[in-house]
Every structure is written in C-alpha cells, then in structure tokens.
C-alpha cells in the first residue's frame, strides 16, 4: 500500500509541473503579444518612410476662347460667255416693222364697144354701161427686205457686227374683204359685161393704196427707225455686243 501511495504523489507532482510549464508558456506568449501592441502603438522617432512614387499633376490646357467670325459676302457666279451666232440673213425675209391701216375709194365704169350701128343701138338700149362704186379697206405694211442685204454689207469680228441695211420700203398691201362697201352699182340690161368689174375695182384699190403709201416718206423714215431698233436687240439677243447700223441711201 505505501508504493501505491508514493506512486500517485509522483504523478500528482508530474501533473503539477506540466500545468506550471504550460502557465509559464501562456504568460510569455500574453506578454509577447502586450509588448507588440505597445511598441506599435507609440509614435515612430525614426526616419521618415519613403513616399510612394506619384504621377506628376497633368497642366491644364489653355482655354481657347471662341471668336466671331464674319461670314465673307456670296459672290455672283460668272456670266457665261456667250459666242454670237453668224445667221444667214437673207432667210429672214422681210422685216416689217409699221403698219397702217388705209383706205380709199373706186368708181369704175366699163363700155362695150360697138362694132356697127345696130350694136350702138343695142348698147344704147340696153341701158348704157356697168359700173360701180366701191369703198375699200386695206393693210399696209413698211420695213426692210433682209433678202437684199450682201455679204459685203456685213462685218463681224469677234462681239462685234456692222450691218448696211437696204433702205426701207412698202412690203405689202392687204385689203380687207369685211371692211370694203359697195355704195352703187349698175348693169345694163341687155350685152352686160359686169362680170368681174368689182374684183377689177379692188386690184385698182390695192394699187391706189400702195401708191400712196410710197409717196408717204413719213411711213419709211419711221419703218427705217423701228427696224433698227428691232435689229439691234435681236442682234444682242444672239450675243453681239458692239452693234453698228446704217441704213444704205
């Protein structure tokens, strides 16, 4: 009995022991951990740590501040050239430039002839001759025949042209049939020849007005004035710039 009792005294020494030894080891370890966190917790006296390397700050840019432009003027496109066109200018005709309306009167009278006494007799008995009396009416023309102009009467260099007209003339005379009146007319009861003296009446009146209209130097002059006028602007019309006109005498 006393071995067993001295065997448990030496296991409750062992016992003891360990729990001292593992005492002691928690006590250091609490210290070690207590003497980090003060050593971390006060200030650091030593050299300044290194800063961290940083990108330098970018400059700013300048700030450009915005100007009012003017807007330059529009400007007119070019004026095409224009090339005058050369014309054949007896293919234009007549260029009539005035007209007036004219009027006139014809008596026209018609006697057969009487071969011998008794066709004297007949004619006589007949009721002496045919005949009329008419009104007539007509349209008449003035200008310039372009079909008489030469080619010597024409110059054209480059924009400009020189033109030598042939002087102005009556061009035309038209009756008016719906304006002409018949004041009287006769036809002889037997050996009447009335047949066709009216038309014959009209042709005389057409004439009688044309006549006229020739010894009129008024009508020309201003058919002369106008057909100039008309000429130049068609000429422009075409390209010429430099016009000259003269009227041939």
Do not use: C
């Amino acid at each position: 009995m006393p071995s067993e009792t001295h065997h448990q005294d030496q296991l409750h020494r062992q016992t003891q022991l360990i729990l001292i030894a593992a005492a002691a080891i928690i006590l250091l370890g609490a210290l070690g951990i207590a003497g980090w966190m003060i050593a971390s917790s006060r200030p650091d006296t030593g050299a300044p740590e290194a800063a961290s390397p940083t990108e330098p700050w970018p400059t700013p840019r300048p700030t450009v501040t915005p100007t009012a432009t003017s807007t330059p003027p529009a400007t007119a496109p070019p004026r095409p050239t224009v090339t005058p066109i050369v014309v054949s200018w007896q293919e234009l005709g007549y260029l009539t430039s005035v007209a007036y309306k004219l009027k006139t009167v014809v008596a026209l009278e018609r006697n057969k002839e009487t071969a011998n006494f008794f066709d004297a007799v007949v004619e006589f008995l007949g009721g002496g001759t045919d005949r009329v009396l008419l009104s007539a009416v007509g349209n008449v023309q003035a200008g310039i025949d372009m079909t008489k102009i030469a080619d010597a009467d024409v110059q054209i260099d480059g924009k400009r042209v020189k033109i030598i007209l042939p002087p102005a003339e009556v061009t035309s005379v038209e009756l008016l049939p719906a304006e002409t009146e018949i004041f009287d007319s006769r036809q002889k009861w037997v050996l009447s020849d009335y047949e066709g003296i009216e038309v014959e009446a009209l042709d005389i009146a057409r004439s009688q007005l044309t006549d006229w209209a020739k010894s009129q130097s008024n009508i020309t002059d201003t058919a002369e004035v106008v057909a100039r006028a008309q000429l130049e602007d068609f000429l422009r019309q075409l390209g010429f710039e430099e016009i000259e006109i003269t009227v041939r005498k």
